[in-house]
């Protein structure tokens, strides 16, 4: 559509007007069809958000930005056609060529947003009955915004009027040489997509490997490597290709907590010992912070060095780390009180010295001076006298 049917649809009549005034109105008619479309998707974005379904919601969240940028860009390419026939008649295909491209970026644009709206919806949004995981969605959104942005590429290459049989011959003929020179690239690659699809872990999760010095939450998981916050608040940056060679362990989801204690008493206590398991077992048994549905026991465990031991074996119904500790802490201290209870005491390390009476010492005495003379060594009396 060229300026003079424009000007007769906008009413301006038929006469010819400078270009400058022209390039004016147009600026002006876009700048107020932008205000108006502005408030219109704002007015609807506030209504949309009374219904039910969050879906009509990121549909508006996702055009208002690209939609201000189209009537921009159709109104300056309008405005850069009339200027370009007055001043250089061979600027105008650049324009169009622009503009075309220009609206394969807008379209893609709008895609990347709606992309991003679906995904920030399906993470947190009160309307959605089952929500995703974050590591799922961050997955599935960076695969379709990588697959929106080459095909992208790939029309507008298209569009300015390269073939894109040669693009992808070359592509192909080029990835095999970068794939070879990039290898540990493309594992890191290939590792993370295994953590996405396999997820043994989540952003948030506290993780740990017992084949390497790993142990901290996991704050990102890229394409190329998972950032995890050690425990002393320092960031680890692992490689996704070590997840697929090393073991990880995620403490995060378990069930949960296990409560391993052994106590000692004294050796002097041990008539009152089954009385003493018995009493902390039904403790245990009636905790209410322990999962009793699971595998408990209190057992006489070995003779040690100073105190006979017992052990504490449970689960608690907490998983969290902090009121894991108070639960263990109680359950201790109220071991502690039947052992009391009982009169008896909680054993530490002691060594038992036996003095001898004075018949025995004179005995050692005289023991130690025989001791003194070897069997086989002569006495005074046998030996020779000298010549």
Same mark, same amino acid.
């Given at each position: 559509?060229?300026?003079?049917?424009?000007?007769?649809?906008? +009413?301006?009549?038929?006469?010819?007007?400078?270009?400058?005034?022209?390039?004016?109105?147009?600026?002006?008619?876009?700048?107020?069809?932008?205000?108006?479309?502005?408030?219109?998707?704002?007015?609807?974005?506030?209504?949309?958000?009374?219904?039910?379904?969050?879906?009509?919601?990121?549909?508006?969240?996702?055009?208002?930005?690209?939609?201000?940028?189209?009537?921009?860009?159709?109104?300056?390419?309008? !405005?850069?056609?009339?200027?370009?026939?007055?001043?250089?008649?061979?600027?105008?295909?650049?324009?169009?060529?622009?503009?075309?491209?220009?609206?394969?970026?807008?379209?893609?644009?709008?895609?990347?947003?709606?992309?991003?709206?679906?995904?920030?919806?399906?993470?947190?949004?009160?309307?959605?009955?089952?929500?995703?995981?974050?590591?799922?969605?961050?997955?599935?959104?960076?695969?379709?915004? !990588?697959?929106?942005?080459?095909?992208?590429?790939?029309?507008?290459?298209?569009?300015?009027?390269?073939?894109?049989?040669?693009?992808?011959?070359?592509?192909?003929?080029?990835?095999?040489?970068?794939?070879?020179?990039?290898?540990?690239?493309?594992?890191?690659?290939?590792?993370?997509?295994?953590?996405?699809?396999?997820?043994?872990?989540?952003?948030?999760?506290?993780?740990?490997?017992?084949?390497?010095?790993?142990? +901290?939450?996991?704050?990102?998981? +890229?394409?190329?490597?998972?950032?995890?916050?050690?425990?002393?608040?320092?960031?680890?940056?692992?490689?996704?290709?070590?997840? #697929?060679?090393? #073991?990880?362990?995620?403490?995060?989801?378990?069930?949960?907590?296990?409560?391993?204690?052994?106590?000692?008493?004294?050796?002097?206590?041990?008539?009152?010992?089954?009385?003493?398991?018995?009493?902390?077992?039904?403790?245990?048994?009636?905790?209410?912070?322990?999962?009793?549905?699971?595998?408990?026991?209190?057992?006489?465990?070995?003779?040690?060095?100073?105190?006979?031991?017992?052990?504490?074996?449970?689960?608690?119904?907490?998983?969290?780390?902090?009121?894991?500790?108070?639960?263990?802490?109680?359950?201790?201290?109220?071991?502690?009180?039947?052992?009391?209870?009982?009169?008896?005491?909680?054993?530490?390390?002691?060594?038992?010295?036996?003095?001898?009476?004075?018949?025995?010492?004179?005995?050692?005495?005289?023991? !130690?001076?025989?001791?003194?003379?070897?069997?086989?060594?002569?006495? #005074?009396?046998?030996?020779?006298?000298?010549?």
């Amino acid at each position: 559509m060229n300026w003079e049917t424009m000007q007769v649809y906008l +009413g301006l009549g038929d006469t010819k007007m400078h270009w400058i005034v022209r390039v004016f109105l147009v600026v002006l008619v876009t700048l107020t069809v932008n205000f108006i479309a502005t408030r219109i998707l704002m007015r609807i974005d506030k209504q949309l958000e009374k219904t039910k379904t969050p879906w009509d919601n990121v549909l508006v969240h996702a055009a208002q930005k690209p939609i201000g940028v189209f009537i921009w860009l159709a109104g300056l390419s309008v !405005a850069a056609e009339i200027s370009g026939k007055e001043l250089d008649p061979n600027f105008i295909s650049f324009i169009r060529a622009t503009r075309e491209v220009g609206i394969i970026a807008l379209l893609t644009w709008f895609v990347l947003r709606c992309i991003s709206e679906s995904e920030r919806t399906l993470i947190s949004s009160s309307k959605v009955a089952n929500k995703v995981d974050y590591t799922t969605a961050s997955a599935i959104s960076k695969l379709l915004r !990588a697959t929106v942005i080459i095909t992208a590429v790939l029309v507008a290459l298209q569009t300015l009027g390269y073939s894109i049989s040669g693009v992808l011959a070359f592509g192909g003929v080029g990835g095999i040489a970068v794939g070879f020179a990039a290898k540990d690239l493309l594992a890191n690659f290939f590792g993370g997509l295994m953590v996405y699809l396999d997820r043994p872990f989540a952003i948030g999760d506290w993780v740990r490997s017992p084949d390497k010095n790993i142990e +901290g939450t996991v704050e990102h998981i +890229g394409w190329r490597q998972t950032r995890i916050r050690t425990f002393d608040k320092r960031p680890l940056y692992v490689p996704n290709s070590t997840f #697929s060679l090393i #073991s990880v362990e995620n403490p995060s989801r378990m069930t949960h907590r296990r409560i391993n204690e052994t106590i000692g008493v004294r050796y002097s206590d041990f008539r009152l010992l089954p009385t003493i398991l018995s009493d902390i077992k039904d403790m245990i048994a009636n905790h209410e912070d322990l999962d009793t549905n699971d595998i408990y026991m209190v057992n006489f465990n070995q003779f040690g060095a100073s105190s006979l031991d017992f052990f504490i074996y449970a689960y608690t119904k907490t998983v969290d780390w902090r009121t894991y500790h108070n639960v263990k802490q109680d359950v201790l201290f109220k071991a502690m009180k039947i052992i009391e209870s009982h009169g008896a005491e909680v054993a530490f390390p002691t060594h038992t010295v036996h003095m001898a009476n004075d018949s025995q010492m004179t005995l050692l005495s005289e023991q !130690a001076k025989n001791a003194q003379h070897s069997p086989d060594e002569p006495s #005074s009396q046998e030996q020779p006298a000298k010549k």
